[in-house]
Nanobody, 127 residues
Framework: QVQLVESGGGSVQAGGSLRLSCTSS????????MAWFRQTPGDERKKWVS?????????YYTRFVEGRFTISRDNAKNTVYLQMNSLQPDDTAMYYC???????????????????WGQGTQVTVSS
């Protein structure tokens, strides 16, 4: 049974930090690229935030978070992280982790490209 479980969301003031975690089970984690997406109630689709290749060799970020967010993974723990610093009200969203089986150096950025999803964790940033 495949499971991705996010944690670490919460409410912070602008300028604050949060660290999201996503622990996976039920599939061969080391063979998968991992990504974070986010979605607000007005979004039709989940929006790509960041991704990390299967071996941590390549990291990618949307320009809206580059320099503030850092993605990392620990294959021994089947866990991907998203360190979020200098949070802004526009970062308020439900954050989801996703997995896609891939050995490529590039990450897919469409939500339809991913095989497995977590249930999401809410991040709320107040001004």
């Amino acid at each position: 049974q495949v499971q991705l479980v996010e944690s670490g969301g919460g409410s912070v003031q602008a300028g604050g930090s949060l660290r999201l975690s996503c622990t996976s089970s039920g599939f061969k984690y080391a063979d998968y690229a991992m990504a974070w997406f986010r979605q607000t109630p007005g979004d039709e689709r989940k929006k790509w935030v960041s991704c990390i290749t299967w071996n941590s060799g390549h990291l990618y970020y949307t320009r809206f978070v580059e320099g503030r967010f850092t993605i990392s993974r620990d294959n021994a723990k089947n866990t991907v992280y998203l360190q979020m610093n200098s949070l802004q009200p526009d970062d308020t969203a439900m954050y989801y982790c996703a997995a896609r089986r891939s050995f490529r150096d590039m990450c897919a950025r469409g939500d339809h490209d991913y095989d497995y999803w977590g249930q999401g964790t809410q991040v709320t940033v107040s001004s």
